[in-house]
């Protein structure tokens, strides 16, 4: 009866290694042709979270955040009146620090919103202008 090994030749290992390196080099040149519409992703991923966590704030505080407080009253006890009486000592935010959008500008936080909403949470997009398009279009929580 031959005996045999139960490890791995070094073809198989660089068979393996070269499978991986394809997958990862076709992954990589589909990602960097479209930064633009993961960016965007990633704004409209942080929107729905601080729509979560407004609606959170508001269940416990009774209203939504003023303007004058912003975004900034999910991760801080506000100062500005209406000042919060239970304010939880983690804030609504995973993270201390409010996040920027994707293109490393501050979210705009708009009492009211559009269309009568209470508010609306906006990024300018890649031109951090009003209006445009692709990536320059505006993301905005009232279109989500």
Do not use: C
């Amino acid at each position: 009866m031959k005996k045999t090994n139960g490890g791995f030749t070094l073809l198989e290992i660089l068979v393996v290694v070269l499978i991986i390196t394809i997958l990862a080099t076709v992954v990589g040149v589909h990602v960097a042709r479209e930064p633009g519409r993961a960016r965007a992703a990633k704004a409209i991923a942080q929107i729905r979270i601080f729509t979560t966590a407004l609606n959170v704030y508001r269940m416990e505080q009774g209203r939504y955040p003023t303007q004058e407080q912003g975004l900034g009253a999910l991760v801080n006890r506000p100062v500005a009146p209406p000042v919060p009486a239970r304010y939880p000592e983690a804030g609504y935010l995973e993270s201390r620090r409010l996040p920027a959008d994707p293109w490393e500008r501050p979210y705009l936080y708009l009492v009211p919103g559009q269309d009568g909403a209470p508010y609306e949470i906006v990024s300018y997009g890649a031109d951090g202008e009003p209006g445009g398009e692709g990536e320059d279009a505006d993301i905005s929580s009232a279109q989500l």
